[in-house]
C-alpha cells in the first residue's frame, strides 16, 4: 500500500462515514483505525512533530503556541490540516516545488522571483486541492438514486450523469499524483503485515451494518 491509498481511504471516510450519525459506527471506526495504520506508516501523525518548529496560531478569541494548537487535534486533524508539512524538511518536496515553478514560470512569464519561490506553495496547493478533491468524489461516488417504477427521462439522466461521472474519473490522475507527492515524496510501499493494518471485509462489515439498521 501507499499514501496514494491513505488519499483514497480518507475519501471514502469523508464521504460516507464522518457524519455525526455515522462517525461511532463499526464501519466507520474500522475506517479511521485503517487510515491511522497508514498515516503512521507514512509519518504523517503527530509522533513526528519537529519541536523546533515554533509559531503562533491566532483567532479572535485565543493565541495559541504550535504546542498548545497541536494538542488539540487528533492525528487525522493533523494531516488534513496540512501541518505535517510544517514537520518535514522543504528539501523533501524539491521534485514538486520544481514542478510547480516549471508551470507556473510558463503560464506566468512575468511573475517575479520573490512570489515564485515563496515558501508556503505547498501548503496552500494542499488545503486547496485536497478539497476540491472531496467535493469531486462526492460527485463522481453519488449513486443514481432510487425511484418507483421506471421512468424513461429519469433512465437518461442517470446515463448522462454516468457519463460525466465517467470522464471526471478518467481525468483524476494528476491531481490524486500530486496530492500523493505531498503525502510522501518517497512514493514509497508498505505490506499490510508490518504496519498493524486491520485487513478486513469492509464489505461484509458494511453489509452486517445495513441489516442491524443502519443506512
Do not use: C
Not at 37 to 47: G, S
Not at 73 to 79: A, G, M
Not at 132 to 158: C, D, H, N, P, W
Amino acid at each position: 500500500m501507499n499514501a496514494k491509498d491513505l488519499l483514497n481511504k480518507y475519501l471514502d471516510y469523508n464521504h460516507l462515514w464522518a457524519s455525526p450519525e455515522r462517525i461511532n459506527t463499526k464501519p466507520a471506526n474500522i475506517r479511521r483505525l485503517q487510515i491511522e495504520a497508514l498515516q503512521k506508516a507514512f509519518k504523517l501523525t503527530k509522533d513526528n512533530v519537529n519541536p523546533l518548529i515554533q509559531t503562533v496560531y491566532s483567532s479572535e478569541k485565543h493565541r495559541l503556541n504550535r504546542t498548545q494548537y497541536l494538542s488539540q487535534l487528533t492525528n487525522l486533524q493533523y494531516l488534513l490540516q496540512g501541518e505535517f508539512l510544517h514537520d518535514r524538511n522543504e528539501e523533501a518536496n524539491k521534485e514538486l516545488l520544481d514542478r510547480i515553478t516549471s508551470k507556473i514560470s510558463s503560464l506566468y512569464p512575468g511573475v517575479s522571483d520573490s512570489i515564485l519561490y515563496k515558501t508556503g506553495h505547498i501548503h496552500w496547493l494542499f488545503n486547496n486541492l485536497l478539497n476540491f478533491r472531496k467535493e469531486v468524489f462526492k460527485i463522481t461516488s453519488s449513486g443514481s438514486g432510487m425511484s418507483e417504477g421506471f421512468s424513461s427521462g429519469l433512465q437518461y439522466s442517470y446515463y448522462l450523469q454516468a457519463k460525466l461521472k465517467e470522464s471526471i474519473s478518467d481525468n483524476l490522475t494528476e491531481i490524486d499524483d500530486t496530492l500523493w507527492l505531498i503525502l510522501d515524496p518517497a512514493r514509497r510501499e508498505v505490506r499490510i503485515d508490518e504496519i498493524n493494518y486491520p485487513d478486513v471485509d469492509l464489505a461484509s462489515i458494511d453489509m452486517e451494518w445495513k441489516m442491524e439498521g443502519g443506512w
